[in-house]
Every structure is written in C-alpha cells, then in structure tokens.
T-cell receptor
Framework: GENVEQHPSTLSVQEGDSAVIKCTYS??????FPWYKQELGKGPQLIID?????GEKKDQRIAVTLNKTAKHFSLHITETQPEDSAVYFC????????????FGKGITLSVRP | EAQVTQNPRYLITVTGKKLTVTCSQN?????MSWYRQDPGLGLRQIYY???????DKGDVPEGYKVSRKEKRNFPLILESPSPNQTSLYFC????????????FGPGTRLTVL
C-alpha cells in the first residue's frame, strides 16, 4: 500500500520568511496530492491540492510542487504569518471509488513573530 | 452553513462502558469516515462508508463499530472502550470518494480511564 512520509516533524520560521514542507510517497500510481491544515482545536481543512498532470499549483501565498520522478511533493508558504502556525498534513491517493487517501504524520509549523 | 458536526466534543469514561460518538453532515455527501489522531501517528482511518448501509474497515478498526442507516449520520460505537482508545477522533465526509476533498468535523477528545 501507499506510504506517505513527512520530515521533519516540526519546523520553526521567522515571520515573513518562507516555509517549505516536503512529503514523499511510495506508490507511483498515486495521482492526487492534497495538503490539509489543522489549527489548534479544529479539524483538518484542505488548503491546496495537486494532481499528477501538473507540476505546480499556486494560490496566493501557498503553492504546491510535484516531482513524480522522485515521488515527492512540497508545500511552499511565502511571507509567513503567525496565523500560518498549525499542523500540516500531506496525503496521497489514486482517483476513483476504491482509492484510499493515505495521510502523512503531520508537521507542526511555528511562525515566530 | 455546510458542516460536519460531532458530539460530544469531550468525553471522559471508564473501561468497558459503551459509548457512541455521533457524526452528522448537511452536505448530502455519500462518503463518510472516522479517523483517530494520536501524537506521532498522524491520522489513521478507523471505518468508512461509501453510502447508506455500506461500511468497510479502515486501517485500525479493532474495538470499533459503525452504522450508516441514514445518509447524513455516521455514528462511531465503542462497545467496550479500553485505555488504548484514548485519542482525538475526527469524522469526515466527502462528496463521493475518499479521494475527493474531505470535510472534517471539529473532533472529539476521548479519555478512557
């Protein structure tokens, strides 16, 4: 089955700096890669996703890049703000009725004011 | 407002005392699932349901039961809770498939003494 790994488990950046969170996956058949953000006391929420037919997707200060050859994808947050502090989960799956969404273990991002 | 609701949000109970955590969504989603979140282990799927009366095991189903009698509700049942089921539980729903955007509830923090 699919195995999704996130490293490191914690990341601390200065406000205004960029943050990059990387995930690797094992199943080359996976073609859907979402990122979820979990704020303290809340459930995870989808912030951006990418499918394997594109290499990069951007939405304001966040972007996701995908390297299918190396089987890794990354979340990029520019001009970080304190409200970006949260746990970020990456996930991978194949599209379709019986596909399974496999989550990574999560990374805690802290943005220092 | 489109949302997934869970009740209770917090629960402290004792070993062996049956409990039910309710989950309801108002988005007419077909797919619903339960996850548990533990430190260092990320999100692990317990059970899922593709539609009414269709349920299946996830990665960690032991000690749990579910039912899907109505499209909007997906309760999680612990017949005989044990301390190793102390965790943060999330219900989630998506339109059709596991690979669609998942909408998470606010979480239920369960402590089994």
């Amino acid at each position: 089955g699919e195995n999704v790994e996130q490293h490191p488990s914690t990341l601390s950046v200065q406000e205004g700096d960029s943050a990059v969170i990387k995930c690797t996956y094992s199943d080359s058949a996976s073609n859907y890669f979402p990122w979820y953000k979990q704020e303290l006391g809340k459930g995870p929420q989808l912030i951006i996703d990418i499918r394997s037919n594109v290499g990069e997707k951007k939405d304001q200060r966040i972007a996701v890049t995908l390297n299918k050859t190396a089987k890794h994808f990354s979340l990029h947050i520019t001009e970080t703000q304190p409200e970006d502090s949260a746990v970020y989960f990456c996930a991978a799956s194949m599209s379709g009725a019986n596909s399974k969404l496999t989550f990574g273990k999560g990374i805690t991002l802290s943005v220092r004011p | 407002e489109a949302q997934v609701t869970q009740n209770p949000r917090y629960l402290i109970t004792v070993t062996g005392k049956k409990l039910t955590v309710t989950c309801s969504q108002n988005m007419n989603h077909e797919y619903m699932s339960w996850y548990r979140q533990d430190p260092g282990l990320g999100l692990r799927q317990i059970y899922y349901s593709m539609n009414v009366e269709v349920t299946d095991k996830g990665d960690v189903p032991e000690g749990y039961k579910v039912s899907r009698k109505e499209k909007r509700n997906f309760p999680l049942i612990l017949e005989s809770p044990s301390p190793n089921q102390t965790s943060l539980y999330f219900c989630a729903s998506s339109l059709f498939f596991r690979s669609d955007e998942q909408f998470f509830g606010p979480g239920t923090r369960l402590t089994v003494l």
